[in-house]
């Protein structure tokens, strides 16, 4: 996929905003990326993640009832004990066994949500963030027509224009 910034170079960073139910994608090459000033190496791992979020919860007794606390994976054997040590689970049936627990960890680590919004970096210029909302308007006239929303069409097709 080409960057949709320069055109030159193979996008290799990909933003994605979702916005009252709207997504918005950016691919940009690394070289566009740094001269727009959006950090490309600031990713954590999900075991980083939940390394450091494990490391500044409350205790399990706060945090999880004895059916949470006594649970042991069937498939590898693995506890939250042992989640909150290492800060990494034992296989996939984990993410189901301990559902409830993982999410109330989400939860605090979001603000209350448990499903991604996405973000734009707060340091995009302009520009960017101009392309941005024009691409997230064309996704929207593009459902908007899809669903026969017609007069909705039009509202977006005129903000449209007056942004281009």
Known sequence: MQCQICSKRTATIHLTEIQNGNR???????????????????????????????????????????????????????????????????????YEVFEKALLSLIERAHGGKTSHCGKVPSRLPSDTRRFVELAQLRRQLEEAVRDEDYERAAKLRDQLKRLE
């Open 24 to 94: 918005t994608e950016l691919h940009i090459c690394e070289h566009c990326a740094s001269e727009q000033g959006i950090a490309t190496h600031s990713q954590m791992s999900i075991n980083e993640l939940l390394s450091h979020l494990l490391a500044v919860q409350p205790s399990d007794e706060e945090m999880f009832g004895p059916a949470e606390r006594e649970q042991v994976c069937p498939t590898c054997g693995f506890t939250l004990d042992r989640l909150r040590k290492e800060g990494t689970l034992g296989c996939p049936a984990d």
